[in-house]
């Protein structure tokens, strides 16, 4: 009589199980790369808050040694379990090793605990905003309005803020979409425009156009923040 209900039992948490994974760990989308391998931060760096104009004006010896300790850093305070990264709140910026012009991102992210605050830097520069909307601390600077938007821009202009207001409850997971040609973004969060193809300002140099080419980085702080499925396709220039 037990072994007959046990085996009903074992079937179904292994459905449950198989589905987890396969949301987990879902395929690479057509025509896109992973730039995380599920496994450990190959293909990442890190790296703070840095003018990339700056960063690229540094002499190759200091930059070296500046990149040594800002990786050491990193493995203080990013870590990768069972196909999630994992940040703790603290350290530098996880950073792609590579440089990128035009291109789609995708990315999917959780807040573990509210009033946590995190961000996509694109190109180097700050930055996609992602924050818990339901922190009265941050009432101030238009959190309510939810993530997703270029909360960096100048003020008063147009993608500061999102359309709409798309988070998920803390504790689930959210979906990211980006696609950024030249100086414009555009950004979905969980299917929902929230920034219309935008111009994204340059953070550093309010008076110069945005960088052609720079990493991506994913920024935190205040709170322990996870990612996954982090897929990018590079754009030619041309309307696709």
């Given at each position: 009589?037990?072994?007959?209900?046990?085996?009903?039992?074992?079937?179904?948490?292994?459905?449950?199980?198989?589905?987890?994974?396969?949301?987990?760990?879902?395929?690479?989308?057509?025509?896109?790369?992973?730039l995380?391998n599920?496994?450990?931060?190959?293909?990442?760096?890190g790296?703070?808050?840095?003018?990339?104009?700056?960063?690229?004006?540094?002499?190759?010896?200091?930059?070296?040694?500046?990149?040594?300790?800002?990786?050491?850093?990193?493995?203080?305070?990013?870590?990768v379990?069972?196909g999630?990264?994992?940040?703790?709140?603290q350290?530098?910026f996880?950073?792609?090793?590579?440089d990128?012009?035009?291109?789609?991102?995708?990315l999917?992210?959780?807040?573990?605990?509210?009033?946590s605050?995190?961000?996509?830097?694109?190109?180097g520069?700050?930055?996609?905003?992602?924050?818990?909307?339901?922190?009265?601390k941050?009432?101030?600077n238009?959190?309510?309005?939810?993530?997703?938007a270029?909360?960096?821009?100048?003020?008063?202009?147009?993608g500061?803020?999102?359309?709409?207001?798309?988070?998920?409850?803390?504790?689930?997971?959210?979906?990211?979409?980006i696609?950024?040609q030249?100086?414009?973004?555009?950004?979905?969060?969980?299917?929902k425009?929230?920034?219309?193809?935008?111009?994204?300002?340059?953070?550093?140099?309010?008076?110069?156009p945005?960088?052609?080419?720079?990493?991506?980085?994913?920024q935190?702080?205040?709170?322990e923040?996870?990612?996954?499925?982090?897929?990018l396709?590079?754009?030619?220039?041309?309307?696709?």
């Amino acid at each position: 009589m037990q072994v007959r209900y046990l085996q009903p039992m074992l079937l179904l948490l292994l459905a449950m199980s198989a589905g987890w994974h396969a949301h987990g760990d879902e395929p690479v989308p057509q025509g896109f790369s992973a730039l995380f391998n599920g496994r450990d931060l190959s293909g990442w760096q890190g790296r703070g808050h840095e003018d990339p104009k700056k960063w690229a004006a540094l002499d190759e010896e200091t930059r070296r040694k500046k990149q040594a300790t800002d990786n050491a850093n990193l493995h203080d305070h990013w870590r990768v379990e069972d196909g999630i990264i994992i940040n703790d709140g603290q350290g530098v910026f996880l950073t792609t090793e590579k440089d990128y012009g035009d291109f789609e991102l995708l990315l999917d992210w959780r807040m573990v605990h509210p009033g946590s605050d995190s961000g996509i830097y694109l190109r180097g520069c700050p930055q996609i905003q992602i924050w818990d909307p339901n922190n009265p601390k941050e009432k101030k600077n238009g959190a309510e309005y939810g993530s997703g938007a270029m909360w960096n821009n100048n003020p008063e202009s147009e993608g500061r803020f999102p359309l709409v207001r798309a988070d998920n409850p803390i504790g689930e997971w959210n979906r990211l979409k980006i696609r950024m040609q030249k100086d414009r973004v555009t950004v979905y969060l969980n299917g929902k425009l929230v920034v219309d193809n935008a111009v994204m300002h340059n953070y550093f140099d309010r008076e110069s156009p945005m960088f052609p080419r720079g990493p991506i980085q994913v920024q935190t702080h205040g709170g322990e923040m996870q990612f996954r499925n982090i897929y990018l396709r590079e754009l030619n220039g041309k309307n696709q």
